[in-house]
């Protein structure tokens, strides 16, 4: 620790251009003379043309069918593949990024269907932009590949393989615009494995139904994930994706030097980059080259990639990323006494203060390698607030050991917000619970649609499902983990169509006070209640022949209603108008002329309920 005190901070202004997330390969070269993984000289291959047309032109063109899509890849690839007076060698290729958008545009009607002729009326990446900008989460009308029938799938599989797996590609990549090229790749090698597999089976359908539900469950989990970190890139900028991808790569190679680890950060929000582009090539081939560097440096990083590392390229980045965490160095000390010890912050540069907060990052996430990033980045913020105000005050080295105690306090509140969360879940049980947080969120945004609000409540009661059970050590990077994705399902939605200023307030917050920001939150202030509608709280026997899920959603529905009516509704209110609902649905249910009893009693109720909560 005693060196890391004494390091000079003397960093020159290139590293920090370098982390400026540029474009250009060729200044993939780092401060300390590290070389990037992501070699410039070596030219893009045109292998998986065919399969990468396919992805690009179906996630930035998802109303095109497949007979569409193919004929533009066809016309693509011809163009692509002529001889041009470039010095590439040969089997070379200059990133097609731009051919593909030209495609789009030279097929007016298709552009025209699928709302891209503003787009197409623009150039260069100004039209990137646009294109990037339209594209969507799965409409409704897609339905999943390849459909119910296993024999018309086998036939097909049997008739055509390579045609099927690109058919397989398209219709993942137009229902996942945002999913990755190698994952959408990985993916159908899977699937290509699992179909001689299944079609052999006794029971087909069972076969497909099983094997296929792990990869059709990834694609899921993948996609939000990525639409997450491209949302990221763009709303919070470079700097924050750089120090996200600094506690992740620290807390997995907690062995490997900060060094080492500024270069992979380089590389690794380089490929983001490639990757939110939509520039399928390069973000395939970059993010090959970068995988096989890890394991080639396997014995300096971590020996958890060790299996991983005997994969095929298409397994190989989905084992590594799912790795666990390898074992931290028996010689790291437990904390970070007086890290910056007696060096002056305030003296630094705005250059060598980045840094020396990227080494702090660094140091502190391989020590806490189970520790979730928005937590370690709001200790990261304490501790520059922290620094910033010990070197005003008579004694800077005891207000730094007193300082350091109590970035704790982080890790603690969102510990105790855990604790309690999962408290209430394992008391309430899944319907109850959901129903406590949907009356929570109905209030923060009342704006969102019901579908929206029990979609959303659903998604937080399956997170405390999965976390709750888990080592208190692990149960806070999951459920903190998760909530992120699904606060920042939520900030894309208020990009797209704003809610209200207090949804606002916390999506544009820094990335790590999110979470808090979003539990702090109470009720829309803004928000003026609609005259009461007796239309909305109309009752019919379907109340009765309903079961499971459809009954809860009936009644979540009314219950989403009646917060939107009364925002301000009390417990004491709520077990009240629930109780006399059930009433109404026992008393109803149970007669013969059960539409007569709810047109009767009906009224009633809502009387009543009126009445109660003085609307």
Same mark, same amino acid.
Not at 7 to 10: L, R
Not at 71 to 75: A, E, L, S
Not at 189 to 198: Q, S, T
């Given at each position: 620790m005693k060196?890391?005190?004494t390091?000079?901070?003397?960093i020159?202004?290139?590293?920090i251009?370098?982390?400026s997330?540029?474009e ?8 300390y003379g ?10 893009s291959s045109?292998?998986n043309l065919?399969?990468?047309a396919?992805?690009f032109l179906?996630q930035?063109?998802?109303k095109?069918?497949y007979?569409?899509i193919s ?5 693509v690839?011809t163009v692509?593949?002529?001889p041009?007076?470039?010095e590439?060698p ?5 990133s097609?990024?731009?051919?593909f ?6 097929e007016?009607?298709i552009?025209e ?7 197409c009326?623009?150039r260069?990446e100004?039209r990137h932009?646009c294109?990037l900008a339209?594209k969507r989460?799965a409409?409704?009308?897609i ?6 029938d296993p024999k ?8 055509n393989k390579e045609t099927?797996?690109?058919?397989y ?5 137009r ?10 790749l990985?993916?159908a ?10 079609c ?6 069972e ?7 792990s990869?059709?469950k990834e694609?899921?989990e993948?996609s939000l994930?990525?639409q ?6 763009k709303?919070?900028g470079?700097?924050?994706?750089q120090?996200i ?8 190679f907690?062995k490997?030097n900060?060094t080492?680890i ?14 939110c ?16 560097y ?5 014995d300096i990083l971590s020996?958890k990639?060790a299996?991983c590392c005997?994969l095929p ?9 799912h790795a666990e965490?390898?074992d931290?160095?028996e010689d ?19 250059e ?7 080494s702090?990052?660094?140091?502190y996430s391989r020590?806490?390698?189970?520790l979730?990033?928005p937590v370690?980045l709001?200790v ?7 620094i910033?105000k010990?070197?005003?005050s008579?004694n800077?080295?005891?207000?730094q050991d007193?300082?350091?105690e109590e970035?704790?306090?982080y ?8 604790k ?6 394992q ?5 109850? +619970?959901q ?6 969120y109905t =209030?923060?945004a009342?704006?969102l649609?019901?579908?929206? @609000? !029990?979609? %959303? ?12 059970p888990?080592p ?7 459920g903190e983990?998760a909530?992120d994705?699904?606060?920042?399902q939520?900030c894309i939605?208020?990009a ?6 207090g949804v606002?307030?916390?999506c ?5 006070n999110?979470r808090p920001c979003?539990?702090?939150?109470t009720v829309?202030d803004t928000y003026v ?5 007796d239309?909305?709280?109309? +009752?019919h026997k ?6 499971? =899920?459809?009954l ?6 009314? @219950? !989403?209603? %009646? ?7 009390t417990e ?5 108008v ?7 649905l026992e008393?109803?249910c ?6 007569v009893?709810f047109?009767e009693e009906?009224?009633?109720l809502?009387s ?8």
């Open positions: 060196e890391l005190a390091m000079k901070w003397a020159p202004i290139l590293l251009s370098l982390l997330l540029s250009s390969k060729t200044l993939h070269r780092n401060a590290k070389d990037s993984t992501l070699d410039s000289s070596q030219c045109k292998k065919v399969n990468l396919t992805i179906a930035f063109v998802q095109a069918t007979e569409e004929k533009m890849v066809t016309d690839l692509i593949k002529k041009t007076d470039s590439q040969e089997g070379c290729l200059e097609p990024l731009f051919a958008m030209d495609e789009i545009c030279h007016k009607e552009s269907k699928s709302g891209l002729s503003d787009c009326r623009q260069g100004e932009k294109l339209h989460a409409p409704a009308s339905t999943p590949f390849p459909g119910p018309r799938i086998c036939q097909a599989y049997e008739e099927f797996i690109n058919r590609i398209y219709d993942v990549s229902s996942h615009p945002f999913l990755y090229s190698p994952t959408v990985s993916s090698a899977r699937y290509a494995k699992i179909m001689p597999l299944c052999k089976a006794e029971n087909a359908a076969c497909f139904q099983t094997k296929t539900a990869i059709n694609l899921r993948s994930l990525n997450h970190i491209c949302a990221v890139m709303h919070d470079p700097q924050t994706l120090e991808i600094t506690i992740k790569l620290s807390q997995k907690p490997a900060f080492e500024q270069k992979l950060v380089l590389d690794v929000a380089h490929i983001h980059g490639e990757c582009r939509g520039d399928v090539l390069e973000c395939l081939q970059d993010g090959e080259k970068i995988m096989s890890l394991c080639s440096q396997e020996n990639i299996e005997k390229v298409l397994e190989l980045g989905h084992c590594i990323i965490n390898d931290k160095p790291l000390s437990s904390n970070l006494n007086r890290f910056l010890g007696d060096r002056d912050f305030s003296q630094f540069s705005s060598e203060k980045n840094m020396f907060l990227a702090f990052l660094h140091e020590r806490h390698t189970n979730p990033v370690i709001r990261a913020t304490g501790y520059k607030e922290v910033e010990c070197f005003q008579e800077p080295l005891e207000c007193k300082g350091e970035l704790q306090k890790v603690q509140e969102t510990q105790a917000l855990a309690q969360s999962c408290g209430l879940f008391k309430l049980g899944d319907y109850y +619970f129903n406590e947080i949907l009356i929570s =209030r923060k009342p704006q649609s019901s579908a929206e @609000l !029990i979609d %959303l409540t659903r998604k937080m009661v399956a997170i405390a499902a999965m976390c709750c888990l208190e050590d692990k149960r806070l990077a999951c983990g909530a994705l699904i606060i920042g939520l939605r208020h797209a169509t704003p809610l209200n200023p606002g307030r916390c544009d917050s820094s990335y790590g999110r979003f539990s702090s939150l829309d209640p609609p005259p009461f509608s239309d909305k709280f109309i +009752f379907d109340l009765c022949q309903a079961q499971g =899920r459809a809860q959603t009936m009644k979540q529905e009314l @219950l !989403i209603s %009646l917060v939107r009516q009364k925002p301000q509704m004491e209110q709520h077990e009240a629930t109780a006399d609902f059930s009433g109404l008393k109803c149970r007669g013969q002329e059960q539409e009893c047109a009906g009224p009633k809502i009543k309920t009126r009445a109660a909560l003085g609307v």
